[in-house]
């Protein structure tokens, strides 16, 4: 699946393709899929303006498979993209695993 965009007045809806991988520090583990870079530069350009808080991140609606949630996506500097954590609840449900690719839709709204 190549990345899809679609925007609104209202709103900005990506589907694309990523890895769900680990990133560890000692005894605590966190997942993430790290947005493409055609998605992130989307984000950055269009959406995230003045409206970022804490970090630079970005309220969005995430949907994996049959779980839908609303968390934040954050920018990283050395990948020069941004990354959504997943959450434990969600990898159980759906049955992600580390390095496995699924596709993800992420939403933004703006205003209201």
Do not use: C, H
């Amino acid at each position: 699946m190549r990345a899809s965009i679609a925007s609104s007045g209202t709103q900005s809806v990506y589907r694309f393709r990523a890895k769900l991988w680990r990133w560890s520090a000692g005894k605590t583990a966190w997942y993430f899929i790290t947005l493409p870079a055609k998605v992130s530069r989307e984000v950055r350009l269009v959406d995230a303006g003045p409206r970022r808080t804490g970090f630079g991140s970005l309220r969005v609606e995430v949907t994996l498979g049959s779980s839908t949630w609303q968390t934040s996506i954050f920018p990283s500097a050395p990948l020069k993209a941004y990354l959504l954590p997943v959450k434990a609840q969600v990898r159980k449900k759906e049955g992600l695993l580390e390095g496995r690719q699924m596709n993800v839709q992420l939403v933004v709204r703006r205003g209201g």
